[in-house]
T-cell receptor, first 111, second 110 residues
Framework: ETGVTQTPRHLVMGMTNKKSLKCEQH?????MYWYKQSAKKPLELMFV???????ENNSVPSRFSPECPNSSHLFLHLHTLQPEDSALYLC??????????FGDGTRLSIL | GQNIDQPTEMTATEGAIVQINCTYQ??????LFWYQQHAGEAPTFLSY????GLEEKGRFSSFLSRSKGYSYLLLKELQMKDSASYLC???????????FGAGTQVVVTP
């Protein structure tokens, strides 16, 4: 139990589908993050939310749309994705400026 | 540009010591983190350095030299379960974001 739960663990979708990734943290943290992890590449920060407000959008294409309804939940809405978007998507949370705690990720495959 | 460089892979035998180096060039510096990631699992926090010197935590130690843009993670008395990817990450500013290296895959052999 990492304290950060991501669902689903695996997702296969076509390029025209719409799906959402969910992240929930049970640690009482006030910041949440989305990262993309591709094989042999560094973890890439996508979005940062601090107290439900988005404080960072790292030039992410609009086909990825984050939502943070409260400080415990974070979503990543996906639509019309491309094959190069296939990756592991990791959610993390932290107290602001403290070490981040990661979920196990969602393995996304785009057909 | 911003770079965080670490070796791709290292192999060592059980009981030995391995040192994973990380060099960084970032727009700013507000701390350096090391994470461990087993295949198919979440990265887990190992250590944090913000001042120069050595931080020791059991079998793991991490060193930082800010003037050289350099850190290392030292793993002592290696165990088979230490086989994993080790990620170096820099916090470039006082905000929450981290910039990661590509990770070093450590393989521990019997």
């Amino acid at each position: 139990e990492t304290g950060v739960t991501q669902t689903p663990r695996h997702l296969v979708m076509g390029m025209t589908n719409k799906k959402s990734l969910k992240c929930e943290q049970h640690l009482g943290h006030n910041a949440m993050y989305w990262y993309k992890q591709s094989a042999k590449k560094p973890l890439e920060l996508m979005f940062v939310y601090n107290f439900k407000e988005q404080t960072e959008n790292n030039s992410v294409p609009s086909r990825f749309s984050p939502e943070c309804p409260n400080s415990s939940h974070l979503f990543l809405h996906l639509h019309t994705l491309q094959p190069e978007d296939s990756a592991l998507y990791l959610c993390a949370s932290s107290q602001w400026r403290q070490p981040q705690h990661f979920g196990d990720g969602t393995r996304l495959s785009i057909l | 540009g911003q770079n965080i460089d670490q070796p791709t892979e290292m192999t060592a035998t059980e009981g030995a010591i391995v040192q994973i180096n990380c060099t960084y060039q970032t727009s700013g510096f507000n701390g350096l983190f090391w994470y461990q990631q087993h295949a198919g699992e979440a990265p887990t926090f190992l250590s944090y350095n913000v001042l120069d010197g050595l931080e020791e935590k059991g079998r793991f130690s991490s060193f930082l030299s800010r003037s050289k843009g350099y850190s290392y993670l030292l793993l002592k008395e290696l165990q088979m379960k230490d086989s994993a990817s080790y990620l170096c990450a820099v916090k470039p500013d006082s905000w929450g974001k981290l910039q990661f290296g590509a990770g070093t895959q450590v393989v521990v052999t019997p």
